[in-house]
């Protein structure tokens, strides 16, 4: 390879291929992270259909190739009939913008290569939290073109009858306002809170000083607390309110009857309900407390009594589940008992014992008592979490804080560091070798509803590797994953609205989609490839790793939802925190 910064390297045909492509449409032919790189990171874009091709990155203003090379060998998809090649630029550190052009197949997306390349990837995901807040006016200071009026103030909401209790009964009122919207919907669900809050809280734990510092203009309510913990905050303080203080157990949801026509917020008035407290609801609330708990300790002066509060909370939910070890939400069974049916998302679980394996795992370490963890077994191996399967949450924490842990949990906590590398080390396994080059994609397993957010979660497992043993594998393929999710994909698509040149411009959201502003709301991670299609839109393809169309019909592919945006947070904030120390 070659280093090259005078304008005469670049060839006069490639001189002449480049400025037309520019006129008119960038290549979809090249993908890559459509943000960009690190200036000393790794550095690779996928050339669709062609092998051993030379290369060239060149400046924005066609004024210097900046470098050439020729891409790997051809490579193969294990799900598609794709053929591929790697485009290797790692050795380039040289700042700016540029793109990549290839004679005779066209010339890339622009992208930057800068030092802190995913930082406004990472504040723009976490912003949108707040455009998603229920219960208050998203105001022009924070939001500019895409403030809005508030709807669903929630002080008024019905005890539907599934969720009745003697002190509450049927009807009785309650006030639950604040949250956010869990989706392209307007309701809000505690067991989808639960994993969004745990990811987001082990952002905080696990790089401190870097979430203190960073700004996200939202309201300074409590000044004296970090931008990022206030955000938290907001749907910290309606999950108590979601807790029956007369017993400890937590509602499932606080929902309409049915979804929300396309309107916004202001415009929704239907009737509001908590429905059915759950086991599963329950548990997710403990261990979301219990770790709140912990983190807010240090804000007493702030936020006077609040980590106290989640804590009493914590245990009392742990109790309550305790008691009621298998209250499942079963929403069609419970339609047929009550003349009030409910028919927005169940997020019902069949098991849950990966819930109380993480409850009692928050528990134990914020108490430091290990009678919580004792209590249950903890049998499933650390894996890729989803909002049904949350025990590696917990074993997440586990390792996380191994060194203050009861002794009783030490030995436990070395098998699971143990695991997480092995973990690690099977999705690295021969994902050099795919057509994409990364992690994500290697099997057809991978391409489920909301498929992005496995891409995101396995970057998360990748940097709790990094974390543990500093290996520049760990790093590197987390990185070539966080590219998977801004461009380097069978779609081509950079999959966060309102970043990369090929975005979601129709994702299935109500904000984005009635508020008469073209642009969707900045910093949602969209689903992303599904071959279940389960909305029955009229797709592109069926392929699995290409199955995603850019509609708002497409709430199988095209939704958005506070899980999925949780695990891109972390990816991004973590990429940037370890990126500032290298």
């Known amino acids: 390879m070659q280093l090259f910064r005078i304008s005469i390297a670049i060839p006069l045909s490639l001189l002449m291929m480049t400025t037309a492509l520019f006129a008119q449409q960038s290549s979809q032919a090249i ?16 050339i669709m259909g ?14 210097d190739t900046v470098f050439a090379g020729v891409s790997g060998e051809e490579l193969s998809s294990a799900i598609s009939d794709v053929h591929t090649s790697i485009a290797d630029f790692s050795r380039l550190t040289v700042e700016g913008r540029f793109v990549l052009a290839v004679p005779g197949v066209g010339v890339s997306y622009p992208f930057d290569i800068k ?41 008024l909401v019905q005890v539907h009858p599934s969720a009745a209790s003697v002190l509450r009964p049927a009807g009785s009122i309650i006030s639950s306002p604040g949250g956010w919207y869990d989706a392209g919907d307007y309701n809000k669900y505690i067991v989808n809170s639960g994993i969004t809050m745990a990811t987001l809280f082990s952002l905080y734990e696990d790089f401190p000083v870097f979430i203190k510092a960073q700004a996200l203009n939202i309201p300074a309510d409590e000044a004296a607390v970090p931008a990022y913990l206030r955000e938290l905050l907001w749907n910290l303080r309606w999950m108590l309110s979601m807790q029956d203080p007369a017993d400890g157990g937590v509602y499932h ?23 059915a407290k759950s086991t599963a609801a329950t548990l997710d609330f403990a261990a979301v407390t219990a770790q709140a708990a912990r983190i807010l300790k240090a804000y007493e002066a702030a936020l006077p009594g609040l980590s106290d509060s989640c804590r009493a ?57 290990d009678s919580f963890y004792a209590a249950v077994p903890h049998n499933d191996k650390l894996a890729i979490p989803n909002w049904s399967h949350v025990s590696s949450l917990g074993y997440y924490t ?38 994409y080059g990364t992690v994500m994609g290697k099997n057809a397993r991978d391409f489920v509803w909301g498929s992005n957010s496995v891409a995101a979660n396995q970057g998360v497992l990748l940097i709790q590797a990094f974390r543990l043993k500093k290996r520049s594998s760990y790093m590197a393929a987390a990185v070539a994953n966080m590219d998977y999710l801004l461009g ?11 970043f990369g040149t090929r975005s979601p411009m129709h994702p299935h959201h109500r904000l984005s989609e009635a508020d008469n502003v073209i642009a969707p709301i900045p910093g949602l991670l969209v689903g992303g490839p599904n071959p279940g299609m389960q909305d029955k839109c009229q797709y592109p393809s069926t392929i699995p790793d290409q199955c995603y169309i ?9 939704e958005v939802a506070i899980n999925w945006n949780a695990p891109f947070v972390y990816l991004a904030g973590a990429l940037e925190a370890l990126w500032e120390d290298r």
């Open 31 to 46: 993908r890559l992270n459509q943000a960009g790189f690190y200036t000393k990171g790794p550095k690779q874009a996928v």
């Open 50 to 63: 062609s092998a051993r091709a030379k290369f060239y990155i060149i400046s924005t203003t066609l004024q």
């Open 115 to 155: 030092g802190n390349v995913h930082a406004a990837a990472f504040t723009a995901a976490m912003k949108s939290y707040y455009f998603m807040r229920a219960s208050t006016p998203v105001t022009d200071g924070y939001a500019g073109k895409w403030s809005r009026a508030g709807g669903h103030p929630d002080t």
């Open 253 to 275: 949801k606080l929902t309409n009857a049915q979804f929300d026509g396309v309107v916004m917020p202001a415009a929704a008035i239907k009737p509001r309900y908590v429905v």
């Open 313 to 369: 909370a914590a245990i009392a939910a742990w109790q309550w589940a305790r008691q009621h070890p298998a209250v499942l939400y079963e929403q069609e069974k419970m339609n047929l008992s009550f003349a009030q049916a409910i028919k927005t998302g169940a997020y019902g679980d069949g098991n849950v014992s990966d819930e109380f394996s993480w409850a009692a795992t928050e528990l134990s370490v914020t108490t430091g008592l």
């Open 398 to 435: 586990m390792i996380r804080h191994a060194r203050h842990l009861p002794k009783s949990m030490k030995r436990e906590a070395r098998i699971l560091k143990r695991q997480l590398l092995a973990a690690a080390r099977d999705l690295m396994m021969d994902a050099a070798k795919q057509g």
């Open 488 to 498: 380097r994909n069978g779609t081509g698509y950079c999959f966060l609205t309102g």
């Open 550 to 558: 850019d509609a708002f019909c497409s709430y199988a592919s095209n």
